[in-house]
């Protein structure tokens, strides 16, 4: 799998859009990009994922540029319960359950009032 | 939506002891399961593929006889830490996907195993 890289850290205002980049630029042509957060001591939470159109759903967005090569995860309006880890992990989707997730170091999103 | 339950949520054990960890697909078949282990203020590594009906599949320096993995029907997977010590002290959590399924993987909520 395409090794991901991600800022460390990052910090939000509440209620404004938190963007999360990320930069995958190995990814091949049937890789995926996935999108999983972590709150702390909690199991991680799957966001969304994509493979070259831009994505929506009730949690966020995600905007994968034209060369597929880095990819920025949104989230509208950041609250409180939004600050966790973010993981971005580019794997292969062929629709199997036996492909493994690998994840990187995250970002850590805080979310300040 | 997809729901993974891990059980227990945490546990304390003697060094010494062997601890099982339960990992059930609720609502939706599993053939593939994963454990992971976590330590504190790291990221999720991998330790192990559960495979219904067969053998696991362990990650490079994982040892397989130390952390027993079964994996006896569609929905549940159990990870069980032989002769722990307090080095094995961490957060294991298992995930798994739906067969055929083309979203996402779904995790459970983690077990924090303490050993004193």
């Known amino acids: 799998d395409a090794k991901t890289t991600q800022p460390p850290s990052m910090d939000c205002a509440e209620g404004r859009a938190a963007n999360l980049p990320c930069n995958h630029s190995t990814i091949s042509g049937n890789e995926y990009v996935y999108w999983y957060r972590q709150i702390h001591s909690q199991g991680p939470q799957y966001i969304i994922h994509?493979?070259?159109n831009n994505e929506t759903n009730e949690m966020a967005s995600l905007i994968i540029t034209e060369d597929r090569k880095s990819s920025t995860l949104i989230l509208p309006h950041a609250t409180l319960r939004d600050t966790a880890v973010y993981y971005c992990?580019?794997?292969?989707?062929?629709?199997?359950?036996?492909?493994?997730?690998?994840f990187g170091k995250g970002t850590l999103l805080t979310v300040n009032p | 939506g997809a729901v993974v339950s891990q059980h227990p949520s945490w546990v304390i054990c003697k060094s010494g002891t062997s601890v099982k960890i339960e990992c059930r697909s609720l609502d939706f078949q599993a053939t593939t399961m994963f454990w992971y282990r976590q330590f504190p203020k790291q990221s999720l590594m991998l330790m192990a593929t559960?495979?219904?009906?067969?053998?696991?599949?362990?990650e490079q320096g994982v040892e397989k006889d130390k952390f027993l993995i079964n994996h006896a029907s569609l929905t549940l997977s159990t990870l069980t830490v032989t002769s722990a010590h307090p080095e094995d002290s961490s957060f294991y959590i298992c995930?798994?996907?739906?067969?055929?399924?083309?979203?996402?993987?779904?995790f459970g909520s983690g077990t924090r195993l303490t050993v004193v």
């Open positions: 994509g493979l070259k």
């Open positions: 559960s495979n219904e009906g067969s053998k696991a599949t362990y």
């Open positions: 992990i580019v794997r292969f989707n062929s629709g199997g359950s036996n492909y493994k997730l690998t």
């Open positions: 995930s798994a996907r739906e067969t055929g399924g083309g979203g996402g993987y779904t």
